[in-house]
């Protein structure tokens, strides 16, 4: 039995250094199968972030397929996604540098251009076999106002400009051809509207001269998201709708009329963040391998339309990026103890057949690994919220009998994602230091339907301010977290719950802000296209609701913040630009409140560089060691939190409270 040495929460030696956090993690994107070769993305924080397109062929060894400091990435709506296509072993993939597509042929020395320079993007590149192009959507940036989006097909050989097929909504997504090559059928929407709240499908025939003749609606609507439309083999369109209020297949009929596949109250898409997601796809008996996500998780099903629905059996609790082929499934799982993986499914079982890479080769104890416990706790407005609980956990450390832990409530970006059961790096890097974390799903979160998600409608600031600080107070209530130690942080949408929750409440002692909105009419004036009326249903059209914009801005509430805040910032930011942490920044500064801010130089929305990444881990580190007064076992470099001292003076913490006697409770996801 192994003796554990008792120490302060906070102070634990971690078997995860901040080093494992940037060197030997990486992300992993997009994967996709063309014959027997199987490629993905793999975003490398020692590579300054660089995104790089990794194939496997035949003999089983990964190979990058570009070189450095090459990067496969789209900037369209900022996000991106879908920045390659493979067909026929030939790829065309977005350079993120110049936003060019460049094709490499098999064997071929290097990449080719196939689109002329230009104020360009393009991302959701699919192949046209019939006409030996592609299709793809362009954003063109070369007007004065907002960008472009627009469907092009774009020829192989790249011997002309591309040439416009749909045009006129403010924005298009998802164009596929059909297997015979008669129709393209494609996403679009107008403004005040985001992809998750209506869109529309419509479909088109396709001319001999390559053009489309009329399109007709096929599904959608103001009240109606349409995602992810694919053909099958025998030409039948299918979708994921949300009509029912959960995002469930169908296939298009003849009537036209759709026609359920799976019905259940689970959800088969998430919302469309960025292109080229992928939740389902069609073996080659016509059977549909999906993801669909239930309970906080998500489950794989193989569906036989009309016939059957069976869940399969798995260890694996996330799933992205699903690529299903009549050879093969390829897709990106995790799970709550081990990393990330890319991972072939055998098509017939649908069982493991091959780990092709892994996120991280750390390799942790499992006495060190802190499960993630599935929470319900009331709320206001007579609401349920969830959360996943990370208790602090390690091997070699346990906290004493005279006091409870410190507390992170994570509040998560969209704001309309949601918490993930796959194993966290970043969480257990808390954890494993004797910090709790509470990832919380609060109304607005993905994965409980539309209606769950529509509870943030009008209400951002307040509904998701309001959950993460229930959830603390069940956390407090239970006995599991020291009342007089808590802290809130969170990434753009989370990182302004953040500063909501500092200005308008006094529930947590501490705030860590992750390029956050501090500034409601600001974001609404300078973010991009993509976001620019988000806000008219998180919060009311503007300018008409202009009041409540200020009403519900952090900025404008400043005075009412009197606990320390640490801002960390990328100075290439387009969708929250710098302006809004500096603003924030000097607000505390001229308050008196204690904060410490970081700007990152070459970073945008979401830190992909190896030295920003390990420097915003060790500030949040020291930053929650000064205010929670705690010595962390890391060698940290200094890290000034402007008017501590001071604070801390005016503020003593009370005599920490004895943890009450409690029986131990299986974490349980």
């Not at 050989?157 to 040439?163: A, F, H, M, S, T």
């Not at 998780?297 to 798995?314: N, R, Y």
Request: proline content about 9%; some cysteine; overall charge negative.
């Amino acid at each position: 039995m192994i003796e554990r040495t008792r120490a302060p929460y906070g102070s634990w030696r971690s078997p995860i250094r901040i080093d494992d956090l940037v060197a030997d993690d990486i992300g992993l994107g997009e994967p996709w199968i063309d014959g027997e070769d199987l490629y993905w993305l793999e975003g490398r924080p020692s590579e300054a972030g660089r995104q790089a397109l990794v194939r496997v062929g035949a003999d089983g060894v990964p190979q990058d397929l570009v070189p450095a400091p090459i990067s496969v990435r789209s900037r369209v709506h900022e996000y991106g996604g879908g920045a390659f296509t493979v067909a026929g072993g030939t790829v065309v993939y977005s350079d993120g540098t110049d936003g060019r597509l460049y094709r490499v042929d098999p064997g071929a020395e290097g990449p080719v251009a196939i689109t002329p320079a230009g104020p360009w993007r393009y991302a959701d590149v699919r192949f046209d076999p019939v006409r030996r192009r592609f299709v793809a959507v362009r954003e063109d940036h070369g007007a004065e106002g907002e960008p472009v989006n627009q469907i092009v097909d774009v020829p192989l050989d790249g011997d002309r400009d591309p040439r416009v097929l749909v045009t006129g909504p403010d924005f298009v997504a998802a164009p596929r051809v059909a297997p015979d090559g008669s129709r393209l059928a494609w996403l679009e929407w107008d403004h005040p509207h985001m992809p998750w709240e209506a869109t529309r499908l419509r479909v088109a025939p396709i001319a001999a001269d390559g053009a489309l003749g009329p399109s007709d609606l096929a599904a959608g609507g103001p009240d109606e998201s349409i995602v992810q439309p694919e053909w099958s083999a025998d030409g039948i369109l299918h979708l994921v709708s949300d009509r029912t209020g959960w995002w469930n297949l169908y296939r298009l009929m003849e009537g036209p009329r759709l026609e359920p596949i799976a019905p259940m109250e689970a959800e088969f898409a998430d919302p469309a963040w960025i292109f080229g997601r992928s939740s389902y796809g069609f073996l080659g008996d016509g059977s549909i391998v999906a993801v669909a996500r239930q309970d906080g998780h998500d489950h794989l099903f193989h569906i036989l339309p009309g016939v059957s629905i069976g869940e399969v059996e798995t260890s694996y609790t996330e799933f992205d990026g699903l690529q299903v082929r009549a050879n093969g499934v390829l897709v990106i799982a995790g799970s709550p103890d081990g990393p990330t993986v890319i991972v072939r499914l055998d098509p017939e079982t649908l069982a493991p057949v091959g780990i092709l890479r892994r996120s991280s080769s750390i390799a942790l104890d499992g006495a060190s690994l802190s499960l993630p416990e599935t929470i319900h706790f009331g709320t206001s407005g007579d609401r349920v919220a969830h959360a996943l609980f990370h208790p602090p956990r390690n091997v070699g450390f346990e906290g004493s009998d005279d006091e409870r832990p410190p507390l992170v409530v994570h509040s998560h970006g969209g704001p309309t994602s949601n918490a993930s059961t796959a194993l966290d790096l970043d969480i257990q890097f808390l954890t494993s230091r004797g910090i709790a974390v509470v990832d919380v799903d609060y109304g607005g979160s993905t994965g409980y339907g539309r209606e769950y998600r529509q509870q943030l409608d009008g209400a951002w600031g307040i509904v998701d301010v309001d959950d993460c600080i229930a959830a603390a107070t069940f956390l407090v209530e239970r006995g599991d977290v020291d009342p007089d130690r808590l802290a809130i942080a969170g990434g753009s949408a989370g990182g302004y719950t953040t500063l909501a929750a500092l200005a308008f409440h006094d529930t947590f002692q501490a705030g860590i802000t992750f390029y956050g909105i501090g500034d409601l009419e600001a974001m609404t004036r300078e973010t991009h296209k993509f976001e620019s009326r988000y806000l008219d249903s998180l919060v009311g059209p503007y300018p008409a609701a202009a009041d409540l914009y200020r009403e519900r801005s952090p900025i404008h509430a400043v005075d009412r913040v009197s606990r320390p805040v640490l801002i960390l910032q990328g100075a290439d930011d387009r969708v929250v630009p710098p302006g809004q942490a500096e603003a924030m920044a000097a607000a505390l500064e001229a308050n008196g409140v204690p904060h410490a801010y970081l700007l990152f130089a070459g970073e945008g929305h979401g830190f992909r560089g190896e030295s920003a990444i390990r420097r915003s881990q060790q500030a949040q580190l020291s930053f929650l060691g000064q205010v929670f007064a705690f010595e962390p076992a890391d060698d940290l470099p200094p890290l000034e939190v402007n008017g501590l001292a001071s604070w801390a003076v005016r503020h003593p913490r009370p005599p920490r409270p004895a943890r009450p006697a409690r029986p131990d409770q299986a974490p349980s996801i």
